[in-house]
């Protein structure tokens, strides 16, 4: 079975600034790696996924990631963040023979301070 | 094009009591999965249908049941709720494998 470790509950961090939000997963089969968030009182959007290929995704947003296959990683990055990224994002993992059975990480709750 | 729906939005119960919740797809999606999320547990996964059929489950109490219809939507039922069951189910739905997954805004349940 996979699991996925966002070892961050909570980020402070100010306006414009740059923002590394960490996630580690764990997997004995070839995964597929999803960051996705949650504005208050609403469901999950979908920010970006890693299926195969290149190892650096763009998303939405300006967030982008990059699969670390030897370190079993994938943080999401966002080189300026604005006071609407205020939300709560979770990595998630799944894989070939489940690819809609999502194992979540924890979430990382994202506070941008003007 | 219209969201992933879900309802009721809102809804509280009494122990014991057993509760339905649905959710109506995109259209053009089959499959439908299902997820818990509490504080404490966080989000995981309850099961998935494609087709009218259960195709993945995860692990929880035979209380906690699905089904889905020949229009995909898809219902999922909670019997002898307890006050551990009060969470947001969220919803989410895709065309079939290794589409983009797309999650409705939940229904909040809470047992009293």
């Known amino acids: ?114 | 094009k219209a969201g992933v729906t879900q309802t009721p939005r809102y809804l509280i119960k009494t122990r014991g009591q057993q509760v339905t919740l649905s959710c109506s797809p995109i259209s053009g999606h089959r499959s439908v999965s299902w997820y818990q999320q509490t504080p404490g547990q966080g989000l995981q996964f309850l099961f998935e249908y494609f087709s009218e059929t259960q195709r993945n489950k995860g692990n929880f109490p035979g209380r906690f049941s699905g089904r889905q219809f020949s229009n995909s939507r898809s219902e999922m039922n909670v019997s002898t709720l307890e006050l551990g069951d009060s969470a947001l189910y969220l919803c989410a739905t895709s065309i079939d494998i290794g589409n983009t997954i797309y999650f409705g805004e939940g229904s909040w349940l809470t047992v009293v």
């Open chain 1, 1 to 114: 079975a996979q699991s996925v470790t966002q070892l961050d509950s909570q980020v402070p961090v100010f306006e414009e600034a740059p923002v590394e939000l960490r996630c580690n997963y764990s997997s004995s089969v070839s995964v597929y790696l999803f960051w996705y968030v949650q504005y208050p009182n609403q469901g999950l959007q979908l920010l970006l996924k890693y299926l195969s290929g290149s190892t650096l995704v763009k998303g939405i947003n300006g967030f982008e990631a990059e699969f670390n296959k030897s370190q079993t990683s994938f943080h999401l990055r966002k080189p300026s963040v604005h006071i609407s990224d205020t939300a709560e994002y979770f990595c998630a993992v799944s894989d070939r023979g489940n690819f809609n059975k999502f194992y979540f990480g924890s979430g990382t709750k994202l506070n941008v301070k003007p």
